[in-house]
């Protein structure tokens, strides 16, 4: 079986370990995967509390909300200030608005 042979290394290399700590803040800031039981549930428990779209209600329009978006999107944060309900068309254009919407560059960045 052929081998690799032996890469050279500096005296005292080791092999890159990310820290435990930044490993942590680094996960802690990523938002839950919206297929997770958490999310889910969290979602369910939001859209009981608040029904309507936020942003239809705002302009007088009623409309029953079926996804919950993070007010500030940087922030993972899924405490109940960051969150809010909205219909599929309010949180597309937010979306599209915040991330510029297929990779763009945000027109109101
Ligand atoms: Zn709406």
């Known amino acids: 079986m052929p081998s690799r042979p ?16 930044q490993v942590k ?3 802690d800031r990523r938002a839950l995967a919206t297929n997770s039981t958490a999310w889910r ?3 369910a428990v939001h859209l009981a509390y608040e ?7 705002a302009s007088g329009r009623i409309t029953a909300a079926t996804e919950v978006d993070h007010i500030d999107g940087n922030d993972a944060n899924h405490a109940d ?3 809010q309900s909205m219909c ?3 949180h597309s254009a937010k979306t599209a608005r915040e991330n510029g919407g297929f990779g763009r560059e945000a027109w109101n960045a």
């Open 6 to 21: 032996k890469q050279h290394r500096a005296a005292g290399w080791k092999p890159y370990k990310e820290d435990p700590r």
């Open 25 to 27: 803040r680094r996960q």
């Open 41 to 43: 549930k969290m979602r």
């Open 51 to 57: 029904p309507l779209c936020r942003t239809c209600s």
């Open 81 to 83: 200030h960051n969150l």
């Open 88 to 90: 599929r068309s309010c």
